[in-house]
């Protein structure tokens, strides 16, 4: 299809050990967003990756999360060291530029549900 | 900061009857206020949005008003559907950011 891709679906893990939740946007979309779902808590922000601007990574709750985008397309986040309250639904969206008022649609993934043991 | 607050669920109804989910949200400027819906075993999807004061969005007999004097963005819906059974998310885009900023979410119920 020609919607947000993310893989694993789901990902049971052990703690301290590293996990990559990966995304595929829709093609040309240039805007890619990662959100955190986690039961009673909302969407919380976490990176958001413009173009070839430098990410906006002020939702990142941990030096333990990263992400990067290659070529403009994939992005990869990635956990290091899990903790059990990492434990949520990690979920992916792209967006065409969109930079003013009269935008802000973003196309999400059906999202990485990660588990912590 | 930016900041979105809407109204805790889960919210039960029954079908065809009328409602309001509340939205309020705090935020510097002018931002563009959206409604994004969560079915079951789906993504989230954009149901309608207002870029300015006074606009009105509307989607699948859903409606909600940018009412700048009461930082409102309440969703409406005159007679629900067991089909409208789903998450519905209130976020903001702030003017001179490209973060969306979401509500937590209230669950709907539609009982036949």
């Known amino acids: 299809g020609a919607g947000v891709s993310q893989s694993p679906s789901n990902k049971v893990t052990e703690k301290g050990k590293d996990v990559e939740l990966r995304c595929d946007p829709i093609?040309?979309?240039?805007?890619l967003y990662w959100y955190r779902q986690s039961l009673g808590q909302g969407l919380e922000f976490l990176i958001y990756f413009q173009g070839n601007s430098a990410p906006d990574k002020s939702g990142l709750p941990s030096d333990r999360f990263s992400a990067e985008r290659t070529g403009g397309s994939v992005s990869t986040l990635t956990i290091q060291r899990t903790q059990q309250e990492d434990s949520a639904v990690y979920l992916c969206?792209?967006?065409?530029?969109?930079?003013?008022?009269?935008?802000?649609?973003?196309?999400f993934g059906e999202g990485s549900r990660l588990t912590v043991l | 900061g930016d900041s979105v607050t809407q109204m805790e669920g889960p919210v039960t109804l029954s079908e065809e009857a009328f409602l309001t989910i509340n939205c309020t949200y705090t935020?510097?400027?002018?931002?563009?206020l959206f409604w994004y819906v969560q079915y079951p075993g789906e993504g989230l999807q954009l149901l309608l949005k207002?870029?300015?004061?006074?606009d009105k969005g509307s989607n699948k007999g859903f409606e909600a008003t940018y009412r700048k004097e009461t930082t409102s963005f309440h969703l409406e819906k005159g007679s629900v559907q067991v089909s409208d059974s789903a998450v519905y998310f209130c976020a903001l885009k702030g003017g001179a950011t490209n973060k969306l900023i979401f509500g937590t979410g209230t669950l709907l119920a539609v009982q036949p």
């Open positions: 207002a870029t300015k004061a006074d």
């Open positions: 935020a510097t400027g002018y931002p563009s």
């Open positions: 969206a792209s967006s065409l530029a969109s930079y003013g008022r009269a935008s802000g649609e973003l196309f």
């Open positions: 093609s040309g979309h240039t805007a």
